[in-house]
């Protein structure tokens, strides 16, 4: 168990500025209780061990580049209200805390959650290329991360729907109303989500018997690119339905067929992902798969519970659900394409 003065005597300081540095005293320059910090790190110090009870202080960590949470119609609201609503009455005290990749670049994560007392994280909307993610391939502090994977940490554990099921019932449903040509529009694949459903896109095609190449997807990160470029190029190829990789994606599809003449489902069906409030107001309403958003966000707490009892837990999946509404129907050959 390694102690105050292990740090001390690592350092040639005394265990008093050790002290002030991991309780954030005023009169500690900011660089040296960085350094502080980080050999404490390193030496697999954790202020829960200065206690005979564990301090019951957890985070919710969101990259707010990426996902909003402030308001009830933001995707991470829903996430967040559901880890509260089970880690507050267990005892936990809540800290909600927004960061981007600059803050990341000035502290590493387990220096973050030592710095601040934090035991563990529910980690929200990060890319694979963010520097906490890297630092969390080795970190010691228990993290649960949605929508992401750490291979090889025991602290970490993924949460997160079966995108693989989701996928699978979205096709399923489109062969079952005739369609055999589906195409795939995804943003770009710089997160551990993107890639997890492109894979899973063919997987179900092949899985169905339906033929899935290459150009049966379009992916980039600009939206428009994928609605002036992806879009009227499954349509010229007679694609009859289509999968966008987020119900935002979907909208602005249903929105550009229109304006390209196509009806909606009459031409060409569509299905989102996720099922964001959006959803059912779209015109036609969308057919889209469902994340419970309160009950992920419970299974973050209890993928984090576990962790923090010693648990090594790896992956805690919620089952997906499609949620049908107008946007999909009988297929029609929009192409003449008698290969159909």
């Known amino acids: 168990m390694t102690t ?12 008093s500025t050790v002290s002030k540095a991991l309780n954030n005293a005023p009169d500690i320059s900011k ?9 404490a790190v ?7 061990r200065r206690y005979k009870k564990p301090v019951k202080k957890l985070c919710v960590i969101i990259q707010r580049d990426n996902i909003e949470y402030e308001e009830p119609h933001h995707f991470a609201y829903d996430i967040v209200m559901g880890f509260r609503q089970i880690a507050e009455p267990a005892g936990y005290e809540v800290a909600v805390v927004p960061v981007d990749v600059n803050l990341q670049r000035e502290i590493s994560f387990d220096v973050f959650m030592l710095q601040h007392d934090f035991s563990g994280a529910f980690l929200l909307g990060f890319s694979l290329g963010e520097p906490w993610m890297k630092d969390l391939q080795t970190s010691r502090t228990p993290a649960a991360l949605y929508d992401n994977h750490i291979v090889g940490n025991p602290m970490t554990a993924y949460v997160g729907i079966d995108n693989e099921e989701g996928m699978y019932l979205a096709i399923s449903h489109l062969k079952k109303l005739g369609h055999k040509k589906i195409g795939y529009i995804s943003s770009a694949l710089g997160s551990y989500i993107m890639q997890v459903r492109h894979r899973a896109f063919f997987q179900a095609m092949r899985s169905h018997g339906l033929k899935a190449d290459s150009s049966f997807a379009g992916c980039s990160y600009y939206l ?11 349509l010229d190829m007679g694609m009859t339905a289509i999968i966008c990789c987020q119900d935002t994606f979907a909208s602005a599809a249903i929105t550009q067929c229109k304006q390209l003449g196509y009806r909606v ?4 069906s569509i299905i989102g992902f996720d099922d964001i409030p959006l959803s059912a107001y779209t015109y036609p309403p969308l057919t889209t798969v469902r994340q419970d958003r309160i009950q992920l966000g419970k299974c973050g707490f209890n993928a984090l519970s576990g962790l923090l009892n010693g648990v090594p837990l790896s992956t805690v999946q919620l089952h997906a659900d499609l949620i049908v509404r107008q946007s999909t129907g009988t297929s029609r050959n929009i192409s003449g394409d008698k290969s159909l």
């Open 265 to 268: 489902p009459d031409d060409i």
């Open 224 to 234: 428009s690119e994928c609605m002036e470029k992806h879009l009227p190029r499954f």
């Open 42 to 48: 390193e030496l697999g110090y954790t202020k829960l």
């Open 4 to 15: 105050i003065q292990d740090i001390a005597d690592k350092l040639g300081i005394s265990k």
């Open 31 to 39: 660089s040296l209780q960085k350094q502080i910090l980080e050999t």
